[in-house]
């Protein structure tokens, strides 16, 4: 083994580089052989009885080659977990157990490593392709950047996303839901179901009005400045601050164009997609937006029952949902807080695909004004975590994307070339959890579970969408789990249930969320015990 000398980043980089050339002429020269004589099976001719040995002796050399370098692996893995185990756990433990002073300050011991203190350029560099959104794109709108990212900033990134993770419950809002370990999209979903209930039978006469708003380019238009003063403002060591910003500053991306990389492109803000770190960034700047209005704005929100907590935002990553009653006022307060916030990120909301839902009782005159104040466009309806919010029951026609969405699925692979094994995969992992989400989190009508079920069968049995075949075997036999014979579909009689105990489940042991605490208010603490006043019913 080669001893390098130089800075660690160097020395890694060196290292990689030799690693990869070796490994591509051990790969050339071990599997020249093999091909030449592979070649030689497939000739009419064949193998002679000694290269039918040589074959056979090569193969298995290079199978017991992969197989001893897999088992290296896996003890070396093993051997390093239990070296660094005394020391991790230490780390976790001081991490996980600093407690909020303040603004959150936080006491960890680091170890007086001789590193540099700092990221390689080299790993930062980002490869870019561009995928379509629509079938003819024509404007850079069009297209869906994903970023490649070196393998070795992916550890690192994912090193210092482990080490967040133990403090970022303790930091974030429970307005803010993803990426924050013990909080659900469930709750989000009920809790907003829960006041567009309210908007639907309140009986006040200025009402409330729910905004929605998209932010342009989320990821891209962060702040790196703010970043770093939010990082040192909640009490994270410098050190790891440092850290967090090296692996954010400066990347430069090539973007992949007709097969051929551009110029290299330094960006100056904006966390990168697809990147481990960026979504708990992300989270921890959005959580300037919720400060603000717990701080500044305590009076806004709805509540769902009399004396209740007021519910004044809902955060799903940059998917922002504000509540508020229907005045003037609040809106323009509601403007305010949208437009401190953008200066503060460097971010701009997108009218254009904002949206404003009112409650009944809001007269038009009113739904009007506010519209025109907003600059955006007034709705009966809105989705929000892909859940349809109405002020109405949902019938089998709100479901229509969500049935077309399956069935295109089923028509884009096509029936002909799968094996009945392909289809069963695809029917358990794709189809069926497709209209999972939904069924979980709202009311969804037997037709639809039906019409989702007529598709799912059709894929298993039929040749293709213009041939139908015999169904070989009900499928209410074929959806027993398969040590009972089955294959492990689910019917929709038997889908539903499992999945609201879930979520009742989850409610009984999580008795501190604001979920929790709004439905206590409404319902008392055994909510199933209820007995509903009239022109009440939960969502």
Not at 64 to 77: D, F, G, I, K
Not at 205 to 224: H, I, N, P, R
Not at 270 to 290: K, N
Not at 427 to 455: A, D, G, R
Request: charged share 25%; with cysteine.
């Amino acid at each position: 083994m080669k001893n390098d000398v130089g800075w660690p980043d160097e020395v890694l980089n060196r290292k990689c580089s030799r690693t990869l050339r070796g490994l591509f002429f051990w790969s050339r020269n071990r599997l020249k052989e093999l091909n030449k004589l592979k070649i030689l099976e497939c000739t009419p001719e064949g193998l002679s009885p000694e290269q039918d040995v040589e074959l056979r002796r090569v193969a298995t050399a290079l199978n017991s080659t992969l197989t001893r370098l897999a088992m290296r692996w896996r003890q070396r893995a093993k051997a390093r977990w239990v070296e660094e185990g005394d020391s991790n756990s230490h780390f976790f433990h001081a991490f996980t157990s600093a407690r909020r002073r303040g603004n959150c300050i936080l006491e960890i011991q680091h170890s007086n490593g001789g590193t540099s203190n700092s990221m390689c350029e080299r790993w930062k560099d980002t490869l870019v392709i561009l995928l379509p959104k629509v079938k003819n794109p024509e404007h850079p709108t069009n297209f869906r950047p994903i970023s490649l990212y070196q393998t070795i900033y992916k550890v690192v990134a994912k090193v210092l996303v482990n080490r967040l993770k133990g403090v970022i419950p303790k930091l974030i809002c429970e307005e803010q839901a993803p990426f924050v370990p013990g909080r659900s999209i469930s709750n989000h979903c009920l809790l907003g179901q829960e006041v567009i209930n309210k908007f639907k039978i309140s009986k006040a006469s200025s009402g409330f009005f729910a905004l929605k708003v998209d932010m342009e380019q989320a990821y891209d238009k962060m702040s790196w400045k703010t970043l770093k003063l939010i990082l040192r403002r909640m009490g994270f060591p410098l050190r790891f601050s440092d850290w967090v910003l090296n692996c954010v500053q400066d990347p430069k991306f090539s973007i992949l164009i007709n097969g051929q990389l551009s110029d290299g492109i330094v960006a100056r803000s904006g966390f990168r997609q697809w990147c481990p770190l960026s979504p708990y960034l992300f989270i921890l700047c959005s959580e300037l937006l919720s400060l603000h209005i717990h701080q500044n704005y305590q009076k806004m929100g709805v509540s769902i029952s009399g004396g209740g907590p007021l519910v004044s935002h809902l955060l799903y990553a940059d998917n922002v949902l504000l509540f508020a009653g229907a005045s003037i006022p609040n809106l323009r307060n509601i403007i305010s807080i949208m437009e401190d916030y953008c200066s503060w990120m460097g971010q701009r909301v997108n009218r254009s695909k904002c949206a404003i839902l009112f409650s009944n009782k809001v007269s038009s005159t009113t739904k009007s004004r506010l519209a025109k104040i907003a600059g955006c466009r007034r709705v009966e309806e809105m989705e929000y975590l892909g859940l349809k919010f109405a002020l109405r029951r949902l019938t089998k026609v709100d479901f229509a994307p969500l049935i077309q969405k399956v069935r295109n699925h089923t028509l884009a692979w096509g029936i002909r070339h799968l094996s009945l094994a392909g289809r069963i995969t695809l029917i358990n992992f794709v189809l069926i959890p497709t209209y999972v989400y939904v069924v979980s989190h709202t009311i969804v009508s037997k037709s639809v579970l039906n019409e989702m079920e007529k598709i799912c069968r059709s894929f298993l049995w039929n040749v293709d969408v213009e041939h139908r075949s015999i169904h070989y075997a009900s499928w209410e036999n074929i959806s027993r789990p398969r040590k009972k014979g089955g294959l492990g579909f689910h019917t929709s009689d038997m889908l539903v249930g499992p999945l609201r105990a879930r979520i009742a489940w989850e409610y009984i042991c999580k008795p501190s969320n604001i979920l929790q605490r709004c439905m206590e208010n409404k319902y008392g603490r055994w909510p199933w015990e209820y007995e509903g006043k009239r022109g009440d019913s939960v969502s």
